[in-house]
C-alpha cells in the first residue's frame, strides 16, 4: 500500500488555521468532508469520535508529529488528511513537544487489515527523520503531494 493509496490530495493543509488540537482535528476532518470523503452529514460524527479517541490517548508520537485516527462506519476505505503548522500545537505527545505536522487516518470498521497496512505505511514513513523534515517544510499542497508521490515511488527517503 502506498501513501497516495489512502491520503486524499483535496484535504492537504499546509498552513493549518487552528492553534489546538480539537480545532485541528476538526480542520482536517472537514478537508475530507469537503474532498467528497465522508459522505454528506458525517463531518460531525467524525470530529467527536477522533477527539473522543484523542481524549482516551495522545496519537502525538513525538518528533513533531501526530496521527490522530479511528475507525468509522462512515467510511468504505481509507482515507487521510495531512495538516502543518508553523507554530505547533499541543497534542500532548510522548516527547512533550508541539507538533508541527499532524496526519489524520479515518478507517473503515469492516477492514481492519487495511487500517494497520495504513497505520504502518505511515509510521514507517514518519520514523525517517528525512521524511519529517521535508513535510514540516512543505508550504504548499503541492509541495506536501509531491513529497507523497516521491516517498511512493523510491526508497530514498
Known amino acids: 500500500m502506498k501513501l497516495a493509496d ?38 460531525g460524527k467524525i470530529i467527536k469520535a477522533v477527539i473522543k479517541r484523542e481524549n482516551e490517548a495522545s496519537t502525538g ?26 507554530a505547533g500545537v499541543d497534542f500532548s505527545a510522548l516527547d512533550k513537544q508541539p507538533v508541527y505536522s499532524v496526519i489524520l487516518l479515518i478507517s473503515p470498521v469492516s477492514d481492519p487489515d487495511k487500517h494497520l497496512q495504513a497505520m504502518e505505511n505511515l509510521f514507517q514513513h514518519l520514523q525517517t527523520e528525512k521524511f519529517r523534515k521535508f513535510l514540516r517544510q512543505a508550504k504548499t499542497v503541492e509541495a506536501i503531494e509531491d513529497l507523497i508521490h516521491e516517498v511512493d515511488d523510491s526508497s530514498t527517503l
Do not use: W, Y
Not at 23 to 36: P, R
Not at 63 to 85: C, L, Q, R
Open 61 to 86: 508520537m513525538g518528533k513533531s508529529v501526530a496521527v490522530p485516527h479511528v475507525k468509522s462506519n462512515v467510511v468504505s476505505d481509507v482515507v487521510a488528511a495531512i495538516g502543518m503548522s508553523e
Open 6 to 43: 489512502f491520503i486524499c490530495f483535496k484535504a492537504l493543509i499546509p498552513q493549518l488555521e487552528s492553534t489546538n488540537r480539537d480545532g485541528v482535528i476538526s480542520e482536517l476532518v472537514n478537508a475530507l468532508d469537503a474532498g467528497g470523503k465522508l459522505g454528506k452529514g458525517n463531518s
